[in-house]
């Protein structure tokens, strides 16, 4: 058995992030495994016990040039972990997302010859753009979890070792989804039509997709007058933000637009909001795997800085960038990117989802999808990562 309590490190930097970290840190404990965690976690992982030594919007940054405004708080946070670790190593660092951000870490741990193993969980997107970070990632990352079957093959083509886990949200959400206790969990008139518009978790992605949202949703007011909208917000500070943009417009425009608070503690609005929209029109991330896994009729948008896009619009290998898209091999949801992300152009795509057969041609792919993620045999995440310290007992796996 273990002569000392496990210590992992774990660095998150945005919600989706800190759900996965949540749920990896209690199959840790499920199995019975002695285990302290530390790092950068989220409100979900910090009420289950986590130590959390900055906090995770600290990394909450997208794009070349907003990363670089950034660039010497982002050091400073790497360095103060390293250091931290050089003191008292963790016996696992474990990066979920952020790649940009967690690669780094990894990087320095392998430069200064800590005794840490290292781990990525979620696969950065490697196979789709920047594919020479696949050499850094050889060279200084111990595991990388897979989200996705693909991934995996991607990966044991480089000899990079890698191990399929699966998505834990396609196993929770069930294939049968009740729109209607969706819209009674959060309170609202079941027969009342919704549109859920998502700008995206981070300040900087509502300073440049708030307007464009709420432009779309004054367009569709005054068409379809019925119509509802709802916003999450994923904490105060967001809150505080989208507030600020919705009082630029009249009256009549915020009437109609609810804006949902987090609330618990669970970072579980977004998902709720979605469930509860009759249609979902959302920024380009990790948030449109749960749309899809929620079976809800969608459109997705994204802008960059305009530098920042024309860099990595070079550096992209596949065709499309939202996750349903990339999972189908073909074009299941529309993407707005760039300069095609306008009001006018967004509005357009939602009402196009307001005819019933385009809105169940896409829900039939989706639950379709959803029983394809099902299907695959996958690993347990909890065991791949012990299997790195071999002289760790590894309790037996708890049905």
Do not use: C
């Given at each position: 058995m273990q002569n000392k309590k496990l210590k992992i490190g774990i660095v998150v930097g945005e919600v989706?992030?800190?759900?996965?970290?949540?749920?990896?840190?209690?199959?840790?404990r499920e199995q019975g495994i002695d285990v302290e965690f530390e790092g950068i976690g989220g409100p979900q992982m910090i009420a289950e016990g986590f130590q959390s030594?900055?906090?995770?919007?600290?990394?909450?940054?997208?794009?070349?040039?907003?990363?670089?405004?950034?660039?010497?708080?982002?050091?400073?946070?790497?360095?103060?972990?390293?250091?931290?670790?050089?003191?008292?190593?963790v016996d696992i660092f474990i990066g979920i997302d952020a790649p940009d951000f967690n690669l780094r870490v990894s990087k320095k741990i392998k430069q200064l010859q800590l005794p840490i193993k290292t781990v990525q969980y979620v696969s950065p997107s490697v196979w789709a753009w920047r594919q020479g970070r696949v050499h850094g990632i050889k060279a200084n990352i111990d595991l990388v979890l897979c989200l996705f079957p693909f991934e995996k093959a991607f990966f044991q083509r480089w000899q990079v070792p890698a191990a399929f886990v699966g998505h834990p949200l396609a196993s929770e959400l069930p294939l049968d989804n009740s729109i209607q206790a969706a819209k009674e969990e959060l309170g609202l008139d079941p027969q009342v039509q919704h549109i859920a518009l998502l700008p995206g978790s981070r300040r900087g992605?509502?300073?440049?997709?708030?307007?464009?949202?709420?432009?779309?949703?004054?367009?569709?007011?005054?068409?379809?007058?019925?119509?509802?909208?709802?916003?999450?917000?994923?904490n105060d500070a967001r809150k505080q933000q989208i507030e600020a943009l919705l009082a630029q417009y009249p009256q009549e425009v915020r009437a109609k637009i609810q804006l949902l608070e987090n609330q618990g503690k669970e970072s579980k609005v977004g998902r709720q909001v979605m469930n509860?929209?009759?249609?979902?029109?959302?920024?380009?991330?990790?948030?449109?795997?749960?749309?899809?896994?929620?079976?809800?009729?969608m459109v997705t948008?994204?802008?960059?800085?305009?530098?920042?896009?024309?860099?990595?619009?070079?550096?992209?290998?596949?065709?499309?960038?939202?996750?349903?898209?990339?999972?189908?091999?073909?074009?299941?949801?529309?993407?707005?990117?760039?300069?095609?992300?306008?009001?006018?152009?967004?509005?357009?795509?939602?009402?196009?989802?307001?005819?019933?057969?385009?809105?169940?041609?896409?829900v039939m792919q989706h639950i379709t999808m959803h029983k394809q993620l099902l299907d695959r045999n996958s690993e347990d995440p909890v065991q791949a990562v012990l299997a790195l310290l071999p002289n760790t007992a590894q309790p037996a796996n708890r049905a």
């Open positions: 989706s992030g800190d759900t996965l970290g949540v749920k990896l840190m209690r199959s840790f030594y900055y906090p995770m919007d600290v990394l909450s940054v997208m794009g070349i040039v907003e990363v670089l405004k950034d660039i010497k708080q982002l050091f400073a946070v790497r360095d103060g972990l390293l250091e931290r670790w050089q003191r008292e190593p992605e509502i300073e440049r997709l708030g307007p464009l949202v709420l432009d779309a949703a004054q367009i569709l007011m005054q068409k379809y007058p019925a119509y509802e909208f709802l916003i999450p917000a994923i509860a929209a009759n249609i979902v029109a959302l920024a380009s991330g990790t948030a449109t795997l749960e749309a899809m896994l929620l079976h809800r009729p948008f994204y802008k960059l800085n305009w530098l920042s896009y024309h860099v990595i619009k070079f550096l992209i290998k596949i065709p499309y960038y939202s996750l349903p898209n990339i999972i189908a091999g073909k074009k299941v949801i529309q993407e707005l990117i760039q300069h095609d992300a306008t009001a006018e152009k967004l509005s357009q795509e939602i009402e196009k989802l307001m005819h019933v057969e385009a809105a169940q041609i896409q």
